[in-house]
């Protein structure tokens, strides 16, 4: 079926099969629509819909609470056409630059389920072709049990892989995430559709570095800092890499983060900052490659950075709050321009 | 509708954005360092509320893509693709005055 999109600059014109998400099919076509989480949540792919008739998809994606339905709006990663359609976006859209993959639908197969915390897990996915993204990218991942897809950043980089490492926590009342904590789920068949994000980091970048995570958002920054580390960024930038979680039980992969931190020493930093309770001096002894502090993720890093936010690319990701209350002090006390700063704003 | 009285001064702390509803209208008042600007209460860019954004200086900044303007003009800064509207504004006897001739919308209400 036939896509016609109004925008505020050029049109475009893209094929949609029947059952694909309309935002899929026009990212797949090359088509820069607006997206963010691409998974039914922050409602920034809304459009209007003029001629035609779509099936609108996931009833409950929370991102609906943004659309009007008296203009005729709907969210375009949730919803199919039925036949032929002419939507309007408000929005510039472009065609997508090249130095960006073009996103895809991938199959893929579940490889290993490996359990970090009592609440995240590692998930190692097999895919039927190999694909190529960029260092903080994400997948939208669907089972066949479960309705509509999530958005998971790769947790590590390679220029073209086979195979894909995702970090998961369990969401409550999570539709994925019940389901994939609630038995073993080796083997079992998955739909992809990515590389999606544009919080990415490229080899070129001339600066220092940057990263704060708070939980699962760790994902992302293990893929940009281990892309760093590959092409030898920090032989000329500093890295810093703050990591949130609320407790000592919390904290994941923390020999990949002492793998990490002693490929660069003394030029990348690695901060576990625990919200609710203090570290124990036993923490620090066990791992004196990496820094333990006590607060919020951002307070941390406001600390530990000051003085030092010249020439600085800060890439965040984590739970709305934190990415809020980051953002504010990157902006309010770090004084950073908002062309310093990458995230996918998920709501 | 012209001029009306959407608040006092000690309604909004320095460096603070707070809405007040007059009528069926809802404006956004800014006190930037005793300042007084008035505005629609979104972002121009996605209707997120703009009572969540920074102020620094005669910046503004949108918490939600960091879309910043000059709060004194409206005018874009840095990644804003649109700028801000403003309402005029007036402060007497510690009353801020907002004309509301006419609500300004952006176009995607």
């Known amino acids: 079926m036939k896509i016609s999109v109004r925008t505020r600059g050029a049109p475009f014109v893209f094929d949609c099969a029947e059952g694909e998400k309309i935002l899929q099919a026009g990212l797949r076509a090359g088509v820069g629509l607006p997206y963010e989480c691409g998974s039914g949540t922050c409602g920034t792919c809304k459009a209007e819909m003029g001629e035609g008739e779509i099936d609108e998809g996931w009833a409950e994606a929370p991102g609906r609470t943004y659309v009007k339905s008296e203009k005729s709006e709907f969210l375009m990663c949730?919803?199919?056409?039925?036949?032929?359609?002419?939507?309007?976006?408000?929005?510039?859209?472009?065609?997508?630059?090249?130095?960006?993959?073009?996103?895809?639908?991938?199959?893929?197969?579940?490889?290993?389920?490996?359990?970090?915390?009592?609440?995240?897990?590692?998930?190692?996915?097999?895919?039927?072709?190999?694909?190529?993204?960029n260092a903080g990218q994400f997948m939208l991942v669907g089972a066949p049990a479960v309705a509509g897809q999530r958005a998971y950043s790769m947790a590590h980089y390679a220029a073209t892989t086979g195979s894909l490492t995702f970090v998961i926590k369990q969401v409550p009342d999570?539709?994925?995430?019940?389901?994939?904590?609630?038995?073993?789920?080796?083997?079992?068949?998955?739909?992809?559709?990515?590389?999606?994000?544009?919080?990415?980091?490229?080899?070129?970048?001339?600066?220092?570095?940057?990263?704060?995570?708070?939980?699962?958002?760790?994902?992302?920054?293990?893929?940009?800092?281990?892309?760093?580390?590959?092409?030898?960024?920090?032989?000329?930038?500093?890295?810093?890499?703050?990591?949130?979680?609320?407790?000592?039980?919390?904290?994941?992969?923390?020999?990949?983060?002492?793998?990490?931190?002693?490929?660069?020493?003394?030029?990348?930093?690695?901060?576990?900052?625990?919200?609710?309770?203090?570290?124990?001096?036993?923490?620090?002894?066990?791992?004196?490659?990496?820094?333990?502090?006590?607060?919020?993720?951002?307070?941390?890093?406001?600390?530990?950075?000051?003085?030092?936010?010249?020439?600085?690319?800060?890439?965040?990701?984590?739970?709305?709050?934190?990415?809020?209350?980051?953002?504010r002090a990157l902006v309010m006390e770090a004084k950073l321009t908002p062309t310093a700063i990458r995230y996918d704003k998920f709501s | 509708m012209s001029w009306q009285q959407v608040c006092t001064t000690g309604d909004v702390d320095e460096d603070e954005l707070e809405e007040f509803e007059v009528g069926e209208i809802t404006v956004l008042v800014a006190n930037a360092g005793g300042e007084f600007f008035a505005y629609p209460p979104f972002c121009p860019h996605q209707e997120t509320p703009l009572s969540l954004g920074m102020i620094d200086g005669d910046t503004l900044t949108c918490i939600k893509h960091l879309w910043q303007w000059n709060l004194k003009t409206g005018e874009m800064r840095d990644i804003a693709e649109c700028p801000l509207l403003l309402y005029d504004v007036k402060v007497e006897d510690g009353a801020v005055l907002v004309n509301l001739a006419k609500e300004l919308k952006y176009d995607y209400q």
Not at chain 1, 104 to 128: F, M, N, Y
Not at chain 1, 194 to 213: D, E, F, R, S
């Open chain 1, 78 to 133: 949730q919803a199919s056409p039925r036949r032929d359609c002419t939507i309007g976006v408000r929005s510039k859209v472009e065609a997508l630059p090249h130095e960006v993959p073009v996103p895809d639908a991938v199959g893929g197969r579940i490889k290993k389920v490996e359990p970090l915390t009592h609440d995240v897990c590692q998930v190692e996915v097999s895919i039927d072709k190999p694909l190529s993204f």
């Open chain 1, 174 to 327: 999570g539709g994925f995430t019940d389901w994939l904590f609630a038995a073993d789920r080796s083997g079992t068949e998955l739909e992809l559709f990515g590389p999606l994000g544009v919080a990415t980091y490229a080899p070129a970048l001339p600066n220092n570095l940057v990263c704060i995570a708070g939980g699962s958002g760790l994902a992302p920054m293990l893929s940009i800092l281990d892309h760093a580390i590959q092409v030898g960024h920090f032989d000329t930038y500093t890295g810093d890499l703050f990591f949130g979680v609320r407790t000592e039980r919390d904290i994941y992969l923390l020999d990949q983060l002492k793998e990490f931190a002693g490929k660069a020493p003394e030029k990348l930093a690695i901060t576990v900052v625990l919200s609710d309770s203090p570290p124990t001096a036993g923490l620090a002894q066990a791992h004196p490659e990496l820094r333990f502090d006590e607060g919020f993720v951002h307070e941390s890093t406001m600390r530990h950075m000051a003085g030092r936010w010249e020439n600085v690319m800060a890439y965040l990701a984590g739970p709305p709050p934190m990415v809020d209350a980051t953002l």
